[in-house]
């Protein structure tokens, strides 16, 4: 009864918030911002293209696509209202009119609740027959959009019924695992017992969809306008892209890896920020009264007023807790002791700089034994090319990566580490000037990558008579989410000959270069657009291509549809003239043996077999089209996908459906819809010890193989063949 009321009242708040957000414009200043876009991208785009019909077209395309992905959410007949609209959005914004976001959003707002409101209340009858041979398609990207009312509730009746099924199959496999033989004998017949917990699981996902609802279609000008603008620029290209004041001081944040806040990880509970973990050193762990699972219900501003933030946006209460250094901020906690929510207190923090540590280089010394050689190997987890703009080297506050792995290398130097593993796997790039810097701590000199823009083609080089850093054998790890600034650095490496590229079969295939331009007053926001593409000292692009490892051993990313060339609108690979580049060492020539030796060692590696097969289950999953709605079905494919995931249980790769990774320290924000996932490939932190990540245990070996094979040497002076 209780949870028939709760969906009742739910989906009448859907109705009434659908109501008033059907009233959202566009801010008075919008329309100027739309101008200077349009504007911006003309003259500043690398295509150098005008804002015409085609762009028009691929940008409502977008947008429809970003508020509705899988197509579930408005009717055929909604967008058949839209359509006469497809070839006008370009002369709509020259001529400073943004309207047409709000209307896509006012008519998204409406629609949502009218389908969450049926979704809720059907949970609340938790009445759902799983005897039934039906299914639910969970890939609908291609579908077509419903033609009626009708059609689109049985899609959400489908869907509800799959993920209440999906958590109902999930606990029952548990159980039977947990349990003595002869109750799992009776946890296998469980669809008459299923049913007294349908209700319990319909009451939780009646929650999550209140929250969902909050976060899609609060009333936010900026969120719209960021969504109607960012479409049109992936018109362009899918890293071109329109910032918002508080994206770009995101954006300025992750770079420096520095903010200022209270230094803790939250989550959404039940429309309250939960405390999820304090950050060492940080405001919040030198007051010692915030605990987790603790749950932010209140902000106070210094001595102003105390602003509740039950069902907020996260990324709105997150605004209101961040700050600048020094300021006060007062939080109404409800202690994780209290799950009645009876007790409050309020607790006053004065915010500081965190440092966002989990986001840079990390490295150590690891022994490595094969063939009976023992040999002391330096490692180095880069997880982004991250730097600051406004500081010079060695003043407060300055951040470097290059810096960063300079010290970790001369720590190794000092222990006398035989050669290096590079790991750049996740690593989405960043700092084009880090990535030469970084490039310089392994080669004497020489170009490491060219730049052409719409009028000159020139190179970023090593000046002559750099001390290079480290000398000794060296290898570079990078997967299908290693991006940009990765890939010139792998790239380089690659064709100077001064390192073995190992991992997936190419990296992510980003080859253009974005630059940041303001729009005007720090209200308009900025625009990050594609100026120029990056070639390889070869001559090649790294855009679609990548970088193809010189020995394939494939993650979980390799088999998935990940990469640049699966991006919509992505610019296309081309070619250059190579540059004039001297080889800093002869890594080439090794290539073919380290592959055999790598071939022969694998082959009768049970884990590493074991990972390649958990590698192919996982690809055919990803392309499963439909799941069955019927218990003994979905039960039998749940076993043998949990089956397929244990394959790779201890090896090391993360189960790619963990997808939504909390953004550490300050204040972090996993609802962030502003970023988009193909700016911003999936970062995993890897470098656990060998035995726990397959991957990484050969490329260690694969390091040995070459210490072997060059005698200790180091790389020479700068001398060999010209190209």
């Known amino acids: 009864m209780e949870t028939k009321t709760t969906a009742a009242l739910f989906a009448a708040a859907c109705l009434a918030a659908a109501a008033a957000a059907a009233d959202l414009a566009p801010r008075n200043y919008d329309g100027r911002i739309?101008?200077?876009?349009?504007?911006?991208?003309?003259?500043m785009h690398v295509l150098q293209r005008v804002a015409d019909d085609e762009i028009s077209r691929r940008a409502w395309t977008n947008l429809v696509s970003y508020y509705d992905f899988d197509h579930s959410v408005f009717l055929q007949e909604d967008l058949d209202?839209?359509?006469?609209?497809?070839?006008?959005?370009?002369?709509?914004?020259?001529?400073?009119?943004?309207?047409?976001?709000?209307?896509?959003?006012?008519?998204?707002?409406?629609?949502?609740?009218?389908?969450?409101a049926f979704a809720t209340n059907l949970l609340a009858a938790a009445e759902f027959d799983f005897s039934t041979n039906e299914t639910y398609r969970v890939r609908r990207k291609d579908a077509p959009w419903p033609a009626t009312t009708a059609e689109a509730e049985d899609h959400w009746r489908r869907r509800m019924k799959n993920e209440v099924l999906s958590i109902l199959v999930s606990q029952d496999i548990d159980a039977a695992r947990n349990a003595s033989a002869t109750n799992a004998v009776a946890a296998t017949n469980a669809v008459a017992v299923a049913t007294n917990r349908v209700g319990a699981i319909a009451a939780d996902l009646i929650k999550k969809y209140r929250q969902y609802a909050v976060v899609m279609t609060e009333p936010d000008e900026e969120a719209v306008l960021q969504r109607y603008l960012s479409a049109f620029c992936h018109a362009y290209d899918p890293h071109t892209d329109y910032m918002s004041p508080t994206t770009r001081e995101d954006f300025d944040m992750e770079m420096n890896l520095t903010l200022c806040g209270i230094g803790a990880t939250l989550s959404m509970d039940d429309g309250a920020l939960k405390i999820v973990e304090i950050m060492p050193g940080s405001p919040c762990d030198r007051d010692g009264r915030i605990k987790r699972g603790d749950k932010i219900v209140g902000v106070r501003q210094g001595d102003g007023e105390m602003e509740d933030i039950m069902w907020?946006?996260?990324?709105?209460?997150?605004?209101?807790?961040?700050?600048?250094?020094?300021t006060r901020v007062t939080l109404e906690i409800i202690?994780?002791?209290?799950?009645?929510?009876?007790?409050?207190?309020?607790?006053?923090?004065?915010?500081?700089?965190?440092?966002?540590?989990?986001?840079?280089?990390?490295?150590?010394?690891?022994?490595?034994?094969?063939?009976?050689?023992?040999?002391?190997?330096?490692?180095?987890?880069?997880?982004?090319?991250?730097?600051?703009?406004?500081?010079?080297?060695?003043?407060?506050?300055?951040?470097?990566?290059?810096?960063?792995?300079?010290?970790?290398?001369?720590?190794?130097?000092?222990?006398?580490?035989?050669?290096?593993?590079?790991?750049?796997?996740?690593?989405?790039?960043?700092?084009?000037?880090?990535?030469?810097?970084?490039?310089?701590?392994?080669?004497?000199?020489?170009?490491?990558?060219?730049?052409?823009?719409?009028?000159?083609?020139?190179?970023?080089?090593?000046?002559?008579?750099?001390?290079?850093?480290?000398?000794?054998?060296?290898?570079?790890?990078?997967?299908?989410?290693?991006?940009?600034?990765?890939?010139?650095?792998?790239?380089?490496?690659?064709?100077?000959?001064?390192?073995?590229?190992?991992?997936?079969?190419?990296?992510?295939?980003?080859?253009?270069?974005?630059?940041?331009?303001?729009?005007?007053p720090d209200k308009y926001g900025s625009c990050k657009v594609t100026t120029a593409r990056f070639y390889r000292i070869d001559g090649r692009s790294t855009q679609l291509q990548g970088v193809s490892s010189d020995i394939h051993l494939p993650s979980l990313l390799d088999s998935l549809d990940v990469g640049?060339?699966?991006?919509?609108?992505?610019?296309?690979?081309?070619?250059?003239?190579?540059?004039?580049?001297r080889l800093a060492w002869n890594m080439h020539s090794y290539v073919p043996e380290l592959r055999r030796l790598s071939g022969l060692r694998l082959e009768d590696?049970?884990?590493?077999?074991?990972?390649?097969?958990?590698?192919?289950?996982?690809?055919?999953?990803?392309?499963?089209e439909e799941v069955p709605l019927e218990y003994a079905a979905r039960r039998k494919m749940a076993e043998a996908d949990r089956a397929l995931r244990d394959l790779d249980d201890g090896i090391g790769d993360v189960d790619e459906d963990e997808a939504a990774a909390e953004v550490a320290a300050g204040d972090g924000d996993d609802a962030g819809d502003d970023d988009k996932e193909e700016d911003r490939p999936a970062r995993r932190r890897r470098g656990g010890h060998?035995?726990?990540?397959?991957?990484?245990?050969?490329?260690?070996?694969?390091?040995?193989?070459?210490?072997?094979?060059?005698?200790?040497?180091?790389?020479?002076?700068?001398?060999?063949?010209?190209?």
Not at 606 to 623: D, T
Request: aromatic fraction near 6%; include cysteine; glycine fraction near 10%.
């Open 564 to 581: 640049e060339d699966k991006l919509t609108y992505a610019l296309p690979f081309s070619q250059i003239s190579p540059a004039d580049y």
């Open 312 to 326: 907020q946006p996260m990324k709105k209460s997150i605004k209101k807790i961040r700050g600048p250094k020094g």
């Open 605 to 624: 590696n049970a884990r590493y077999l074991r990972h390649v097969e958990s590698v192919k289950g996982m690809k055919e999953l990803s392309e499963r």
């Open 81 to 116: 209202r839209l359509a006469p609209r497809q070839t006008t959005l370009d002369d709509e914004l020259k001529a400073g009119d943004a309207a047409f976001g709000f209307e896509v959003y006012n008519l998204y707002a409406r629609r949502l609740a009218e389908r969450l």
């Open 690 to 723: 060998p035995r726990d990540d397959v991957v990484l245990e050969e490329a260690f070996n694969v390091l040995m193989d070459i210490v072997r094979m060059t005698h200790g040497e180091e790389i020479p002076q700068p001398k060999g063949w010209w190209f």
């Open 335 to 520: 202690p994780r002791s209290d799950p009645t929510g009876a007790t409050k207190k309020l607790i006053e923090l004065v915010r500081d700089e965190i440092k966002l540590e989990d986001q840079a280089a990390t490295g150590r010394v690891e022994v490595v034994a094969l063939g009976g050689v023992t040999n002391r190997l330096g490692y180095i987890d880069l997880p982004g090319f991250y730097g600051t703009f406004e500081k010079r080297p060695f003043e407060d506050g300055y951040r470097s990566c290059s810096m960063d792995v300079a010290k970790l290398i001369a720590d190794f130097n000092a222990e006398g580490v035989a050669g290096l593993v590079l790991d750049l796997r996740g690593n989405g790039g960043g700092s084009l000037r880090e990535a030469v810097m970084l490039s310089a701590l392994f080669v004497p000199s020489g170009p490491v990558v060219q730049i052409r823009d719409v009028r000159q083609t020139g190179c970023l080089p090593v000046p002559p008579g750099n001390p290079v850093a480290f000398r000794r054998p060296l290898v570079v790890l990078v997967d299908r989410a290693s991006a940009s600034a990765s890939e010139i650095v792998a790239g380089h490496l690659q064709d100077t000959g001064r390192a073995v590229v190992v991992g997936d079969r190419c990296t992510h295939g980003k080859g253009t270069v974005q630059t940041v331009s303001g729009l005007g």
């Open 34 to 43: 739309a101008e200077r876009l349009v504007n911006t991208l003309t003259k």
